[in-house]
């Protein structure tokens, strides 16, 4: 593993959400305590066009020999196909990390073949830590959504730590929003949680919560005013894209508190204090802390929760 103090964190995105989730990174950024961090982006992808749009910084092309440059259509067998033609070198790439972290959406063709790549980095000496992000499918797609399933169930089984962003559920959240417009409320949420680990500043860290076994729930929020730090907590984990869970029911979680010009000393402890008191002794827990000149409000604080470790048997009625 690597001896340099900051971790290294390698994103790899496969299929055609893998390559825009990737995009996003790149436009946007990521952020830990001490600045921009630059971690290494890989995308594979088997339409050829798609993968043409990518910037990552190594692109690989999936099935050149099966696909021929065309996506798999959403069939999984065309998908695994392309992709056990590049899967060593893909695994070459990741092995040489701290925490790899696996994106795809799981709509049925090449992105539902990402438990295979998480199958490949556990069979390496190496094995870094592994964590997912999916996306499942709108509720338009209901048809894909056995495949979905399938594809989740494969991939927790490799990996414990998973987390999916349903497009359908935040397509309930707004309603009133248009198809383009959920799509940003989608890869904000996919932005946030990513933000979120970013501000991880050690791998034990990583080790400790990436890896509960159990459902990983993702909140947010943004306050500004006084008592903005608490106010902003509590609203982040009502936030719907935590399940109904709380942090009552987390075995493990990654807090990252973002605002500029820095947080305060008052705040942070705040957060941690009720942190403590919610996740209780027997839960693993960071509170990482981010200076970002580019928030619009500068009175305001954004808070982001990653739980993971989240049981069926407890979630709250």
Not at 21 to 27: G, H, V
Not at 39 to 60: E, G, H, R, Y
Not at 278 to 293: A, M, N, P, W, Y
């Amino acid at each position: 593993m690597s001896s340099s103090k900051r971790p290294v964190i390698k994103f790899f995105g496969l299929g055609g959400r893998g390559v825009s989730a990737l995009n996003l990174i790149r436009d946007r950024g990521l952020r830990d305590s001490a600045g921009p961090i630059f971690p290494l982006l890989i995308t594979a992808n088997s339409d050829l066009q798609d993968l043409s749009s990518s910037k990552a910084q190594i692109k690989i092309q999936v099935g050149a020999k099966s696909l021929k440059g065309v996506g798999a259509g959403g069939m999984f067998e065309e998908g695994k196909k392309g992709l056990l033609e590049v899967l060593p070198e893909i695994s070459s790439l990741l092995a040489i990390s701290d925490l790899v972290i696996l994106i795809s959406g799981i709509a049925g063709g090449t992105g539902s073949t990402l438990s295979l790549v998480a199958k490949s980095l556990n069979a390496r000496p190496e094995k870094p830590v592994l964590f997912a992000v999916t996306f499942s499918p709108f509720s338009w797609e209901d048809y894909r959504e056995p495949l979905a399933q399938k594809a989740l169930k494969d991939l927790r089984a490799q990996t414990p730590g998973v987390l999916d962003i349903p497009n359908a559920k935040v397509s309930e959240i707004y309603p009133e929003l248009s198809t383009q417009a959920i799509k940003k409320k989608i890869d904000e949420a996919f932005y946030r949680a990513m933000g979120a680990i970013a501000s991880v500043c050690e791998k034990a860290d990583f080790l400790k919560i990436l890896t509960k076994k159990g459902q990983t729930g993702l909140g947010y929020a943004d306050v500004s005013g006084p008592d903005r730090a608490l106010q902003a907590l509590e609203a982040a984990i009502q936030h719907p894209l935590m399940g109904g869970f709380t942090l009552k029911e987390a075995k493990g979680a990654i807090i990252c508190i973002s605002c500029f010009p820095k947080v305060k000393e008052s705040e942070q402890k705040a957060i941690t204090r009720r942190v403590q008191e919610l996740i209780g002794s027997s839960g693993d827990f960071v509170v990482g802390s981010v200076q970002d000149e580019r928030l619009l409000d500068q009175n305001a604080v954004k808070v982001t929760i990653l739980a993971t470790g989240l049981s069926e048997a407890k979630k709250k009625s």
